[in-house]
């Protein structure tokens, strides 16, 4: 899939994969893989690095669809002492994420967030902010995270903008070769089933290099115009204090491939 991160997000925001082959491939390999596919590094992703420079400034954390944790571990590795906080409803990542006893772990999805007034800032990264793919789900999702957050705090996401067309990038084609945590060969691909207005439905395949099907999963992800952003932060109570079309804070052009939102609590 064009991009490096992150597919496994609607697993962990919103409805969830849904099986259409029995588990060949465990939960729990499908979490380690992703850490193989996806490390977390601040040093070499600017993607990473803007992330990590906002959450190691800021007092306390909660990140929605944390995953398996690899943010706010890094932020503790780095010297972060104030509250972290990861939420996500992927029981198989949140085993791998706690490994850390240092970093609060909660099940749920964005929407059952159910913090008040505790974080000065919220982030949702990787595109997980495309998961939420109904008006409910993301005004559901966005009023607990405002509720979460205190008076003047900021809520951090990015969303592919839909003028780049990234679902294009999305076939066998490009398939990804990899190792896995335990040592075994797999390829990896990813296919757009339709594209319905701004939903796009796509399969990830994961399978051995001879192209035995181990698992496929399913997923929606909404890809919001600005405007449409705009309505929905504004809806929740929030103000968009900086919008950037790219991870080096650059504005947003007419070849944008990222809409990347720093939005502040009213």
Same mark, same amino acid.
């Given at each position: 899939?064009?991009?490096?991160?992150?597919?496994?997000?609607?697993?962990?925001?919103?409805?969830?994969? !849904?099986?259409?082959?029995?588990?060949?491939?465990?939960?729990?390999?499908?979490?380690?893989?992703?850490?193989?596919?996806?490390?977390?590094?601040? &040093?070499?992703?600017?993607? $990473?690095? @803007?992330?990590?420079?906002?959450?190691?400034?800021?007092?306390?954390?909660?990140?929605?669809?944390?995953?398996?944790?690899?943010?706010?571990?890094?932020?503790?590795?780095?010297?972060?002492?104030?509250?972290?906080?990861?939420?996500?409803?992927?029981?198989?990542?949140? %085993?791998?994420?706690?490994?850390?006893? #240092?970093?609060?772990?909660?099940?749920?999805?964005?929407?059952?967030?159910?913090?008040?007034?505790?974080?000065?800032?919220?982030?949702?990264?990787?595109? !997980?902010? %495309?998961?939420? /793919?109904? #008006?409910? #789900?993301?005004?559901?999702?966005?009023?607990?995270?405002?509720?979460?957050?205190?008076?003047?705090?900021?809520?951090?996401?990015?969303?592919?903008?839909? %003028?780049?067309?990234?679902? =294009?990038?999305?076939?066998?084609?490009?398939?990804? $070769?990899?190792? $896995?945590?335990?040592?075994?060969?797999?390829?990896?691909?990813? %296919?757009?089933? +339709? /594209?319905?207005?701004? /939903?796009?439905?796509?399969?990830?395949?994961?399978?051995?290099?001879?192209?035995?099907?181990?698992?496929? #999963?399913?997923? +929606?992800?909404? @890809?919001?115009?600005? &405007?449409?952003? +705009?309505?929905?932060?504004?809806?929740?109570?929030?103000?968009? =204090? +900086?919008?950037?079309? $790219?991870?080096?804070?650059?504005?947003?052009?007419?070849?944008?491939?990222?809409?990347?939102?720093?939005?502040?609590?009213?």
């Amino acid at each position: 899939m064009n991009g490096r991160r992150r597919y496994r997000s609607n697993q962990l925001i919103a409805a969830g994969w !849904a099986w259409i082959l029995p588990p060949v491939y465990s939960d729990a390999d499908a979490a380690a893989l992703y850490d193989v596919l996806n490390p977390w590094d601040p &040093k070499h992703s600017p993607g $990473d690095r @803007f992330y990590h420079e906002l959450v190691m400034a800021a007092g306390s954390v909660l990140d929605v669809g944390c995953g398996t944790g690899a943010m706010l571990a890094c932020a503790r590795e780095h010297g972060h002492r104030g509250r972290l906080a990861g939420l996500d409803p992927d029981r198989a990542a949140l %085993q791998r994420a706690r490994c850390r006893a #240092d970093v609060q772990w909660a099940e749920g999805t964005a929407a059952q967030a159910r913090w008040e007034a505790e974080f000065d800032l919220a982030t949702m990264t990787g595109h !997980a902010f %495309q998961f939420l /793919v109904t #008006d409910h #789900d993301l005004r559901a999702s966005l009023a607990a995270i405002r509720t979460a957050l205190r008076g003047g705090g900021h809520f951090v996401f990015e969303t592919r903008h839909p %003028q780049a067309r990234a679902w =294009e990038g999305w076939h066998p084609a490009n398939a990804t $070769d990899v190792t $896995d945590a335990a040592g075994r060969a797999l390829r990896v691909w990813h %296919q757009v089933e +339709s /594209v319905t207005q701004d /939903v796009v439905t796509v399969t990830e395949t994961t399978a051995r290099p001879d192209g035995t099907v181990l698992r496929v #999963d399913h997923a +929606s992800l909404r @890809f919001p115009a600005i &405007k449409t952003l +705009s309505v929905l932060l504004t809806g929740a109570g929030f103000t968009i =204090e +900086s919008q950037y079309g $790219d991870w080096h804070r650059g504005p947003i052009t007419s070849t944008s491939q990222e809409i990347i939102t720093i939005a502040r609590r009213l």
